[in-house]
Structures are given as C-alpha cells and as structure tokens.
C-alpha cells in the first residue's frame, strides 16, 4: 500500500486503486511545521462539475442508451481517446467511462430535467423502468430513479420553482444548453479544418 500525502488529501492506494482520499485543512511543510488553512483558502470556488466518471462494460450499447434515453451527444476525441473511453455531452456537463467487464457501480449521479412529464413519457415509451417517482410538497420537486445497462443509478429531478442569482435575477443552469460546446485546444482531439 502507497500513502498518498499533500496540503489538500490523503489517502492510499493499493493495487492502482484509491482506497481513500480525505481532505485536509492542517499539513506539514517541507520543512516540517504544521501548516493550516481556512476552508475558503483551500480550493479556488468550483464554478460546475464538469464530468462524471461511469463504468461500463459496452461501448457502443452505453452510447445507444444514453443518446436514446437523454439525447447525450457522442464527443469524438480523436481515434486514441476513444478506443479506450467514451464521453458524452448531456446537457452542460459529461460522462466519461471506465470500461470493465464488470463493473461495479455504487452511489449515483443526478441530472436536471426541463420538462418532466416528457422525460417520463419517454421512459415509458423506450420500456426504461424507473422507481416510483417522489414529489416534495414543500418545493414541488419531482425525483425518480433509473439504472442504466451495466446498473448505473441516475437520479432524474425537476426544480420547478427556477434559480435565481445573487441579484435576485431568474437564471437557467445554462443559458445555452444546446449550443454550448467545449473549445478545442491546440493538439487535442481530432485535427479540424
């Protein structure tokens, strides 16, 4: 087993796998002297996620589901990255993949849904089960579960009330969801032009 120290983590790893990774607000300097740091002092703000990580043991049939299921769109990285991964856009943030023969997912991630009845309507019509879906009363949130082909939960949710920011203006979680992409830099992904 290999300690994994640094000013912001610990953890170990044994075999290549992370077994855990804790944050930290106190460490030791090179030189040896305990240091601490205010939570704020710790990261830079976090402005989105901006992947997730999922494993699956099928390319091509996880594509199909997630392009059928939420119109995920395929990022096509160049012939290198995408014979050992694949990533895809759904709405303002992606899914990259492990792949495994087995895979072994645990916990779950959640996406946004615009329009909730048409997402169940499209579940229903593609035979895609879902556990029963939840209201909560106080905020007329709706919420269901779903697992994709190698048992990846995903949880669907729907904030109907909106979100506002720090001025009170009403503001959507893209403001141009299907038009947003990610600039390629120089040297990465497939040559264009």
Not at 76 to 103: A, K, M, V
Request: no cysteine; aromatic share 8%.
């Amino acid at each position: 087993m290999t300690a994994l120290t640094g000013r912001y983590s610990v953890g170990a790893v044994r075999d290549g796998a992370i077994l855990a990774f804790v944050s930290l607000n106190r460490w030791k300097s090179v030189d040896g002297a305990v240091q601490t740091a205010e939570r704020g002092e710790i990261m830079s703000r976090v402005t989105m996620i901006q992947h997730i990580n999922i494993q699956i043991s099928d390319k091509d049939r996880s594509r199909d589901w997630y392009e059928k299921v939420f119109g995920a769109e395929f990022l096509d990285r160049g012939p290198e990255l995408n014979q050992r991964q694949l990533q895809l856009r759904i709405g303002n943030g992606e899914i990259h993949s492990t792949f495994t023969p087995t895979p072994n997912p645990s916990g779950h991630f959640a996406l946004e849904i615009a329009d909730w009845d048409e997402m169940i309507a499209n579940l229903d019509a593609l035979g895609v089960e879902y556990t029963p879906p939840s209201v909560r009363a106080y905020a007329d949130v709706h919420s269901t579960y779903i697992k994709d082909p190698d048992g990846n939960m995903i949880e669907l949710v729907q904030h109907p009330m909106g979100l506002r920011d720090s001025k009170g203006n009403t503001v959507k979680i893209a403001h141009d969801p299907e038009g947003m992409v990610w600039a390629r830099n120089p040297g990465f992904g497939p040559a264009t032009g």
